[in-house]
Each structure stands twice: as C-alpha cells, then as structure tokens.
C-alpha cells in the first residue's frame, strides 16, 4: 500500500486531538475523528445521533462487565433485532476505518483505530499521553475549570476512554505493547511531538512522508 494511517489514542488532557490534527496539517492528509461517525450512519442507514450516544461509552447492562473483546469484525444485518446496538454502531465504525486505511493516507483519533488496523501493515498506532497534573492544568485553561473540576473530568474521560477501549478489544487501554510508539506530550510540547510522530513513520515505513 503506498498510503499511510497513523492511529492517535491520546489521555483527555494530554493534546493528543491537537496534536493529531496539526500532524495532518502538516503531512497535508485529512484528520478523522468524530467525522467517522457522520461517515458511519451514512454506510448503515442508522440515524447520526445513535452513533453520538454510544461514542466511547459501553453498554450499561450489568452483563457488559462480563464481556471484553465483543468485537469480532461482523456486521449484523437489518433485520436482526441488534443492527442499532452499541456493538453494531462499532462494527460499521470500525468498517469505516478500514476502508480509510485501504484506500488513503490519514490520522485518525480515537476509535480504537489501533487495535482495528492491527493487522495493517501501513499503519503506525501512537498513543499520547501525559502525567495527571499536567493534563489537569492543560484543562483548566481550556475549559476555564477550578482544578477539582478539571480533576474530575480527567479522571471520568479516561475511565470512559479505558473502558470503551477494554470492552471492544479486550486488551488494556494503556498497554505500550498496544501501540508502536507511546509519547509523553508533556515532556515533548506539541510541535515535537508532531515531529517525532513524523520522524517514527518514516522509520517504520522506510520512506519519507513529509
């Protein structure tokens, strides 16, 4: 394949979208993140907002604690009782995905992408994160939020995010052994990182991009 997909799974705080976008910019190619679900509703015919609702969240029922790894790459079809499941609404994400992944260069955040393009050999899977503090201090001046808020939020995104993650792949959120390469923004700042994410494909790749 002579495009390229560079997946960002990113800590809340860290500026893993930001940095992911500016990374598009950069190797002028598109940027999909939540543009996956508009994409999503129109290949399935399910209405847009059902797939908003599920966004990075697990089913309620008690009995989702009990199952990880629920995705098995399968559509289910109209007429079966669960096509507007939660696990349907991610199987034609993740069929999204990989059609982006077979047919031209992108970053996609988010979206369990990583684990989905696992087998593709023209992906390069980065995780961003960055210490708890300083995702804190990066959302209080976002959001204009008193630390105990921003604190909170932190803390309950990255909960969703960790679950979400567990729940559809059955492999743990923060496992570096998920991703070819993990980054500390914090340590970094953005533009490195985008530099380093640059510098890392083209390494894994064996070409340049830029």
Not at 32 to 57: C, Q, V, W
Not at 66 to 84: C, M, Q, R, T
């Amino acid at each position: 394949m002579d495009n390229y997909v560079i997946t960002i799974a990113r800590g809340y705080g860290s500026g893993g979208k930001t940095i992911g976008k500016s990374l598009a910019q950069v190797l002028g190619i598109a940027c999909y993140d939540r543009e996956i679900l508009h994409m999503a509703s129109d290949e399935s015919g399910i209405n847009e907002a059902l797939f908003h609702n599920a966004d990075e969240r697990i089913p309620s029922s008690i009995f989702a604690n009990f199952k990880k790894g629920i995705y098995k790459d399968a559509l289910i079809p109209p007429e079966d009782s669960h096509f507007v499941s939660d696990e349907n609404l991610f199987n034609y994400q993740a069929k999204i995905i990989k059609e982006l992944a077979s047919t031209e260069s992108c970053v996609i955040i988010g979206r369990s992408a990583d684990y989905i393009l696992r087998t593709f050999p023209n992906v390069v899977s980065v995780n961003i994160q960055a210490p708890f503090d300083s995702c804190v201090a990066e959302v209080m001046k976002r959001q204009s939020l008193s630390e105990k808020e921003a604190r909170r939020k932190v803390t309950q995104i990255d909960k969703y995010r960790s679950d979400y993650y567990e729940y559809y792949t059955g492999k743990k959120w923060l496992d570096a052994t998920n991703y070819d390469i993990t980054i500390n923004s914090a340590r970094l700042g953005f533009d490195r990182c985008v530099d380093a994410i640059i510098g890392f494909t083209e390494f894994k790749l064996g070409r340049t991009i830029r």
